[in-house]
């Protein structure tokens, strides 16, 4: 009889075991694309794209767009962050630039990671970053502080109903996951 409840307990706790790692499975690479493809279809979320590479310089002095910028830091993020500029008008084809403050607080290295998001949502597409510290994670030694450019240019094809985009950057401790990405690129 004992060999039998011992039995059942390790088959319930292996099929456990599976079930958690399929759960994380899930989580970590079937939701994200999911994710990304729903914002994508249903036009929310406000992501901004990567890089853009500038082809038409043409400018619409026409009107004037009011830019907006916001920044948080993730709970578990300790540093000093914020954009040095709270607001800039532009007009739509015009290069722009700003900076956004950064200093770290601790007494050790860290390094930081920033995730944009653009309010209302479909002005997303319309806002290029031609140069941003979000394409990379951001290292700061102790008690350092470093001023990151944003470089940008809001699409001439801006719909003429948006007159304000508030640009958010929340901004997080990746510390831990830059360590383990440069110990396997190391041991390649």
Known sequence: MANATQRNVIQTTGKLLVL???????????MPPLYNAL?????INGKTGGRYEVVDSAVDESRTVKVQFVAQNNELMPWEFGPNT?????HPGEPAMVTFYAKNTQSHYMVSQTIPSI???RAAEYFHKTECFCFNQQPLDAGKKADMPL???VDRDLPKDIHVITLSYTIFDVTEMAAKQDSVAASK
Request: contains cysteine; glycine residues 4%.
């Open 20 to 30: 958690v790692v399929a759960m994380f499975a899930f989580a970590m690479w079937v």
């Open 39 to 43: 914002c994508e279809v249903l036009g």
């Open 86 to 90: 709270s607001q800039v008008e532009v």
């Open 119 to 121: 309010v209302p949502s």
């Open 151 to 153: 470089r940008f240019i």
